[in-house]
């Protein structure tokens, strides 16, 4: 009788952590998913704000990145 009640015990304490650990996965994902529908509308929302500028390229962004590009060399073996 108590072996009965120690194996329930057991199974009951498995079945809340996989339900726990479900749990924990789905907030986790659907927090996720918040921040990044929230970054989404936020950087919208500051486009909708400053509509005057045009997105740059990369390059164009700062001297450094503009110096990192030019002083790469060409490998034309991947283009032959």
């Known amino acids: 009788m108590i072996a009965e009640a120690v194996d329930t015990l057991r199974l009951l ?20 998913a918040i921040l990044v529908a929230l970054y989404g509308a936020v950087r919208a929302a500051w486009r909708l704000i400053r509509p005057g ?22 490998d034309y073996e991947e283009a032959a």
């Open 13 to 32: 304490i498995l079945a809340a952590g996989i339900w726990f650990i479900a749990g924990a996965v789905a907030v986790g994902l659907a927090l996720a």
């Open 53 to 74: 500028r045009r997105p740059r390229p990369s390059w164009a962004r700062g001297r450094a990145a503009a110096r990192r590009y030019a002083r790469r060399e060409p």
